[in-house]
T-cell receptor
Framework: AQKITQTQPGMFVQEKEAVTLDCTYDTSDQSYGLFWYKQPSSGEMIFLIY??????QNATEGRYSLNFQKARKSANLVISASQLGDSAMYFCAMREGKTNAGKSTFGDGTTLTVKP | DGGITQSPKYLFRKEGQNVTLSCEQNLNHDAMYWYRQDPGQGLRLIYYSQIVNDFQKGDIAEGYSVSREKKESFPLTVTSAQKNPTAFYLC????????????FGQGTRLTVV
C-alpha cells in the first residue's frame, strides 16, 4: 500500500490566488514527521515546511502553511498568494518513528502551474 | 557557501559498465542519502549512511553500492547489475535529528546508451 498519496498529478492556479495541494499518509506509528518539498524544473529539491505528529498547531512558513488533520491522516499544503515562481513539482514526504529525516517516504508529486 | 555538490550533472554510460556518482557536502552533516527519481515519480531511497564507515540499504539497493570513508563524501556506484539505471539521482544530507529536513544536491542525470 502507498504510504504517501498525492491524488493530484497536476494543478493550475491563477497568480495571486491560493491553492491547496493534497497529501494523505498511512502509518501505524504514533511518532512521525511530515515534510513538503518543491522541485523546480532544474531538479533540486527545496524544503518548504515540516509538521510533527505531536504538534498541535499547524505549521506555517511565510506563504506556506500545512493543514494537518491527524484523524484523517492528511497533511495538505496551502500556498497563499501564488507567484509565477511557484510553478514546480511538489512532494509530500513522511518520516516514521525515530528514523532520520532523510529516510523518508515520498509521494509521486503534484505539478503546479501558476497562470499569469 | 555551505551545500551539497553532485557531479557530474549529466552522465552517459554504456551497458555493462560501472559508473560512480560523486556527492560531497560541507554542511558537517552526519547523515547522507542517495535517492533515485524516475520521470513523473517521487523519490526512492537507494542507500543511506548515518555515520562514517557505516551505511544501510534503502528500498531499492540492488545493483548499487556506496562507501562512506569520509564525513563529507558519499559516492554511489551504479553497477552493471542494475538492470534499468537510466534515471535522475539525488544526494541529500541532514543533521541527524529526526525532525530536521534533508538538504539536496542538484542531481545527476544518468543515461545508459
Amino acid at each position: 500500500a502507498q504510504k504517501i498519496t498525492q491524488t493530484q498529478p497536476g494543478m493550475f492556479v491563477q497568480e495571486k490566488e491560493a491553492v491547496t495541494l493534497d497529501c494523505t499518509y498511512d502509518t501505524s506509528d504514533q511518532s512521525y514527521g511530515l515534510f513538503w518539498y518543491k522541485q523546480p524544473s532544474s531538479g533540486e529539491m527545496i524544503f518548504l515546511i515540516y509538521q510533527g505528529s505531536y504538534d498541535e498547531q499547524n505549521a506555517t512558513e511565510g506563504r506556506y502553511s500545512l493543514n494537518f488533520q491527524k484523524a484523517r491522516k492528511s497533511a495538505n499544503l496551502v500556498i497563499s498568494a501564488s507567484q509565477l515562481g511557484d510553478s514546480a513539482m511538489y512532494f509530500c514526504a513522511m518520516r516514521e518513528g525515530k528514523t532520520n529525516a532523510g529516510k523518508s517516504t515520498f509521494g509521486d508529486g503534484t505539478t503546479l502551474t501558476v497562470k499569469p | 557557501d555551505g551545500g551539497i555538490t553532485q557531479s557530474p550533472k549529466y552522465l552517459f554510460r554504456k551497458e555493462g559498465q560501472n559508473v560512480t556518482l560523486s556527492c560531497e557536502q560541507n554542511l558537517n552533516h552526519d547523515a547522507m542519502y542517495w535517492y533515485r527519481q524516475d520521470p513523473g515519480q517521487g523519490l526512492r531511497l537507494i542507500y543511506y549512511s548515518q555515520i562514517v564507515n557505516d551505511f544501510q540499504k534503502g528500498d531499492i539497493a540492488e545493483g548499487y553500492s556506496v562507501s562512506r570513508e569520509k564525513k563529507e563524501s558519499f559516492p554511489l556506484t551504479v553497477t552493471s547489475a542494475q538492470k534499468n539505471p537510466t534515471a535522475f539521482y539525488l544526494c541529500a544530507s541532514s543533521w541527524g535529528p529526526s525532525n530536521t529536513e534533508a538538504f539536496f544536491g542538484q542531481g545527476t542525470r544518468l543515461t545508459v546508451v
